[in-house]
C-alpha cells in the first residue's frame, strides 16, 4: 500500500530514501510518481510558509488533483495511507492541516499526532513532548514569531491550535507501557488492536515515543486494522520511516558523496552553502560555519532588499542588486573558497504576520533565482531551511520532481534530479537541526572527497 506524505516543506523525507519528491502535482507529474516502486509519495506542499488561509487553499488545491488523477487511473483513496508530515518541534499548520485533508479524503476513524522525530532527540513521553529532555515550548521552536504555542502537552497543544474546537478531555492517548507491552507479548499487541478497532468519528489520538519499537510496534498493529479501519496521520518524520518499512539504504554515504558533479577535467566542482533559516539554531551554525577558512560568507541585505520589494516597480533595482551579489560570488570562487550565502540574522519587524510570511516568501525566492543563474558553476548545494530549499528547487532549478538517495548524516538527506540541464545532489538541511557543529560537519563531509 502506497503512502502518500503532505509534507509543510521539503526536509521531512529525512528517514527514508529512494522515494520521489514533487514539487507539482500536474497529472503527468503523479502518473510518473505512482509509476514508481517505491511505498512512498511526497508532496512538497511547503504550507509551513503560508498563512492559514493560503495554506488551506493549497492543501484543497493538491486534493482535488490527487482525486481527479484517481478518478481517471480508476483508484480508489481508500488504497492510500495519508501522512501529513509536519514540524517535530510544532510549528506550522499542525491542526488545521489534518483537518482539511480529513475533509477532503476522508471519512478516517482517527487523526494520530506523532511529532517524535528520533532521530533528532524530539521524543515524546506521558503525552508531553519534548527537544533533547526539554519540553519543547520551552525552547526556541515554542516561543516562533509565527507558530508559537504555549504548552507541551499535546493533547492541550492540540486544543490551542484549534481554538477549542478539540476539547483536551477528548483526546485518546497512546503510552508508552501500552506499546511496550505490545512490543513484548501477543496478549498486548492482540489489546493494541482491539484499542485501535474501537476508534470512531476521527477522534484525536496522541502517540507516544522514546524509542524506534514504539513507532514499529503501532505502525504494525495499523496495518493489521487497516483492512476495518482507515486512519489519518499528522507526524515528524520517523514515523514514517516506520510505516514504509523500508530496508537499510543500499547506498552508503560515499556513494551518495559520489554524486557532487565535476568538470571538464573530471575534477569535483566548488560547492555552495545557503543559509535562509531564522532560528537561533541556524544563526549559531552559521558563526561556526564562517570560522573555517575555506570558507567566505557573502551576506544578503535583507533591509535594502524589503525596500527594493515596496517599490512600486522594483526589477531593475533587483537586477542591480543581483549582479553585484553574483560578483562577489565569483571573487569568492576566484579565491577557491566555498561561497556561503546567507541573510541578514536581525529580524524586521513587520505589521501582520502574513506580511512577514509574504516577505520570507520574496526573500527566499529572491535567493533561489539568483542562485539559479550560476548553478551550473558548483557540485553541489547545501540548503538551509525549508522555505530556501523548496524555492530553490522549485523557482531557482524548474523542477517538477526530485529524487531522494538518502541521508549524509541523521536528518540530512541529498536529493537530485533527472534533469539534463542540472545534476548537481542538493543537500536538503532542515532549519531546526542538529547542534551548532552540524553545518561545518556536513560541510566537512561533502568536501571530503574532494
Not at 515515543?209 to 496495518?223: D, G, S, W
Amino acid at each position: 500500500m502506497k503512502i502518500i506524505i503532505f509534507d509543510d516543506d521539503p526536509t521531512g523525507s529525512q528517514t527514508v530514501y529512494g522515494c520521489p519528491l514533487l514539487l507539482n502535482w500536474d497529472e503527468p507529474t503523479l502518473e510518473r510518481a505512482f509509476a514508481k516502486s517505491s511505498p512512498l509519495i511526497f508532496i512538497l506542499a511547503n504550507t509551513r510558509s503560508l498563512s492559514s488561509v493560503l495554506a488551506v487553499k493549497k492543501t484543497r488545491e493538491i486534493c482535488s488533483s490527487i482525486k481527479k488523477f484517481f478518478l481517471r487511473h480508476g483508484y480508489s483513496k481508500d488504497d492510500y495511507f495519508y501522512i501529513s508530515r509536519g514540524d517535530s518541534t510544532l510549528r506550522g499548520h499542525g491542526v488545521l492541516e489534518p483537518a482539511i485533508l480529513a475533509e477532503e479524503l476522508g471519512p478516517f476513524h482517527a487523526t494520530f499526532h506523532i511529532p517524535a522525530f528520533l532521530e533528532g532527540g524530539r521524543t515524546t513521553e506521558n503525552g508531553i513532548h519534548y527537544l533533547n529532555g526539554i519540553r519543547v515550548h520551552k525552547t526556541d521552536f515554542g516561543r516562533d514569531n509565527i507558530f508559537g504555542f504555549s504548552t507541551s502537552d499535546l493533547a492541550k497543544w492540540i486544543e490551542e491550535k484549534s481554538f477549542g474546537k478539540i476539547k483536551a478531555e477528548n483526546i485518546l492517548h497512546v503510552e508508552i507501557k501500552q506499546l511496550d507491552i505490545a512490543f513484548k507479548n501477543e496478549d498486548g499487541f492482540k489489546s493494541l488492536l482491539s484499542f485501535l478497532s474501537k476508534l470512531e468519528n476521527n477522534i484525536s489520538v496522541v502517540v507516544d515515543a522514546k524509542l524506534p519499537h514504539h513507532l514499529e510496534t503501532l505502525a504494525r498493529a495499523i496495518k493489521v486494522v487497516s483492512k476495518e479501519k482507515r486512519f489519518l496521520f499528522r507526524t515528524a518524520a520517523s514515523f514514517i520511516n516506520s510505516l514504509s518499512e523500508l530496508p537499510p539504504n543500499p547506498k552508503d554515504t560515499a556513494d551518495l558523496l559520489s554524486l557532487k558533479s565535476k568538470n571538464n577535467q573530471f575534477e569535483d566542482k566548488p560547492g555552495l552553502i545557503m543559509v535562509g533559516s531564522h532560528v537561533k539554531l541556524a544563526t549559531d551554525q552559521l558563526e561556526v560555519l564562517l570560522k573555517d577558512n575555506s570558507c567566505e560568507g557573502l551576506e544578503i541585505p535583507v533591509g535594502q532588499l524589503a525596500d527594493i520589494f515596496a517599490l512600486e516597480d522594483c526589477q531593475e533595482e533587483i537586477l542591480e542588486l543581483e549582479g553585484i551579489i553574483l560578483s562577489k560570488i565569483d571573487d569568492i570562487l576566484d579565491i577557491k573558497k566555498v561561497p556561503v550565502l546567507y541573510t541578514t540574522r536581525e529580524e524586521i519587524k513587520f505589521s501582520s504576520y502574513s506580511e512577514r510570511m509574504n516577505f520570507g516568501l520574496e526573500l527566499a525566492e529572491f535567493m533561489a533565482i539568483l542562485v539559479g543563474k550560476i548553478i551550473n558553476k558548483f557540485g553541489y548545494i547545501i540548503c538551509k531551511g525549508g522555505i530556501t530549499t523548496q524555492l530553490l528547487l522549485q523557482k531557482g532549478l524548474n523542477f517538477n520532481q526530485v529524487d531522494l538517495k538518502g541521508q549524509i548524516l541523521p536528518g540530512l538527506s541529498i536529493v537530485t534530479s533527472n534533469s539534463d540541464q542540472y545534476d548537481l545532489p542538493i543537500v536538503t538541511f532542515p532549519g531546526n537541526l542538529g547542534n551548532e557543529k552540524t553545518l561545518l560537519e556536513s560541510y566537512r563531509l561533502m568536501e571530503s572527497n574532494s
